[in-house]
T-cell receptor, first 114, second 111 residues
Framework: KAGVTQTPRYLIKTRGQQVTLSCSPISGHRSVSWYQQTPGQGLQFLFEYFSETQRNKGNFPGRFSGRQFSNSRSEMNVSTLELGDSALYLC?????????????FGQGTRLTVV | GESVGLHLPTLSVQEGDNSIINCAYSNSASDYFIWYKQESGKGPQFIIDIRSNMDKRQGQRVTVLLNKTVKHLSLQIAATQPGDSAVYFCAETDSWGKLQFGAGTQVVVTP
């Protein structure tokens, strides 16, 4: 059974550009969550999608957005990149995103903004 | 309740000894708690979970203890091995798909 797949693994962008990251959840999983990991702030929740609907959102500016497709694959987009957006972006999938459901993480996309 | 990962605390443990990793959580409404292990270059890996109606749960070589009175969670690893070297995070949740992570503890296993 394939795990959570994130693409690309590494990305370098320039300030002001925009970026799209992709996440393919485990087959059969309908919930996808996104997290940002930095040395200074640790792991922080961005948003969660279930059946193409955003159910929950963290405290990030509107430059961070996402969507989920009918096959449960998800993308997140960051517009007008800032240096502080450099981070490891992780996605996690779970069967239904219930509070008591194990979430499986991908290896992440390492974004560097220069 | 957000993690403030400034300086990551480090736990050095000798191979074969038991490890205890502690975590304080802040949200009284959280009712599900998880421990994750993250190795360098990888995403967090599920270790063990516990629901708020329990105070102890055991897995293979790991035990999680939950004290809701003082909002404290701990992970005990028995007979620590070199492969246990990693960063360990506790996480809590009270809403759909949203995990609140602690700052993390770096565990270093020495021979």
């Amino acid at each position: 059974k394939a795990g959570v797949t994130q693409t690309p693994r590494y990305l370098i962008k320039t300030r002001g550009q925009q970026v799209t990251l992709s996440c393919s959840p485990i087959s059969g999983h309908r919930s996808v969550s996104w997290y940002q990991q930095t040395p200074g702030q640790g792991l922080q929740f961005l948003f969660e999608y279930f059946s193409e609907t955003q159910r929950n959102k963290g405290n990030f500016p509107g430059r961070f957005s996402g969507r989920q497709f009918s096959n449960s694959r998800s993308e997140m987009n960051v517009s007008t990149l800032e240096l502080g957006d450099s981070a490891l972006y992780l996605c996690a999938s779970s069967l239904a995103g219930n509070m008591n459901t194990e979430a499986f993480f991908g290896q992440g996309t390492r974004l560097t903004v220069v | 309740g957000e993690s403030v990962g400034l300086h990551l605390p480090t736990l050095s443990v000798q191979e074969g000894d038991n490890s205890i990793i502690n975590c304080a959580y802040s949200n009284s409404a959280s009712d599900y708690f998880i421990w994750y292990k993250q190795e360098s270059g990888k995403g967090p890996q599920f270790i063990i979970d516990i629901r708020s109606n329990m105070d102890k749960r055991q897995g293979q070589r790991v035990t999680v203890l939950l004290n809701k009175t003082v909002k404290h969670l701990s992970l005990q690893i028995a007979a620590t091995q070199p492969g246990d070297s990693a960063v360990y995070f506790c996480a809590e949740t009270d809403s759909w798909g949203k995990l609140q992570f602690g700052a993390g503890t770096q565990v270093v296993v020495t021979p």
